[in-house]
């Protein structure tokens, strides 16, 4: 069995920008949190829409949700969102 190692925030491999299959997939999976009642964490969206309320809450930078990159030999990158840029 593979031992996990997690990477400090200083050493990572990675450059600092997410694909738009990573930010699809986490929009997806807060827009669905959303759904289900789970809290928000910008002030009056505007919108009752789940999936523009996790647009918005990743354009303010305040989304709860993190990108987790796993490389072939078990290393493991946690990023933020608010550290990722969309190209």
């Known amino acids: 069995m593979q031992s996990i190692l997690f990477v400090m925030s200083t050493t990572r491999n990675t450059i600092p920008v997410i694909t738009k299959y990573e930010l699809a997939a986490l929009l997806s999976e807060r827009a669905a949190e959303i759904a289900d009642e789970q809290p928000i964490t910008i002030q009056n969206p505007g919108t009752t829409n789940p999936v523009e309320i ?34």
């Open 54 to 87: 996790a647009r918005l809450e990743f354009k303010a930078g305040k989304s709860p949700k993190k990108v987790k990159r796993v490389w072939p030999d078990g290393t493991v990158e946690i990023w933020a969102l608010s550290e990722l840029q969309v190209i």
